[in-house]
């Protein structure tokens, strides 16, 4: 009976470890420095929308709810970079070139796994120089919740703090 189960409780344990989504560490490769950037042009994203739903109840008494979430990646980008002092342009000026960052976004894998209702979203950042296009930093990172909103959110936070946090 012990036997049986210490199996069980081995098998059970073994499930629910191979169910969960594992991350992937993040990486980034720098080819500059962040020094003397002033602006930033940030390439537009489509907005990412979420909605998770679920029903239960009793035959004749069913309920539900849902919830919707949504992010827009340059938004978000723009926001943390105007938080920490940097100045959002419309565009590109050739004056400005050489202090202006353009930066974009990019989706990767999405994940979803068997268990828990987990999804993992993978994000990509590059940053690039304003007068001659050449990249300065690139940033992969990816983050789990249980939607993808979220985990984009969480990804592309994670990914921010990885650029600029290791910079200064």
């Known amino acids: 009976m012990k036997k049986t189960y210490s199996f069980l409780l081995l098998l059970m344990g073994a499930f629910i470890f191979t169910s969960c989504l594992s991350i992937a560490p993040t990486s980034i490769s720098r ?27 009793t035959r004749g008494n069913t309920y539900g709810s849902t919830t919707s979430s949504s992010v827009n990646p340059a938004d978000l980008i723009a ?11 419309p565009e590109v000026k050739k004056e400005d070139a050489a202090q202006t960052m353009v930066i974009n976004y990019g989706d990767g894998n999405m994940r979803e796994g068997a ?7 993978e994000v990509t950042i590059q940053i ?7 990249l300065v930093v690139v940033c992969k990172a990816e983050e789990k919740s ?15 703090n990885e650029i600029f ?3 200064l």
């Open 79 to 89: 926001g943390y970079l105007m938080g920490r002092g940097y100045v959002r342009v």
């Open 31 to 57: 080819s500059g420095s962040l020094e003397g950037y002033r602006f930033f042009y940030v390439t537009p994203t489509a907005e990412r929308n979420s909605v998770n739903g679920d029903t239960w109840g």
């Open 165 to 167: 946090n290791g910079a």
């Open 146 to 160: 249980n939607n993808e909103a979220k985990a984009t959110r969480l990804a592309i936070e994670k990914a921010l």
């Open 128 to 134: 690039l120089n304003g007068q001659t296009n050449a």
């Open 115 to 121: 268990f828990f209702d987990q999804r993992a979203a």
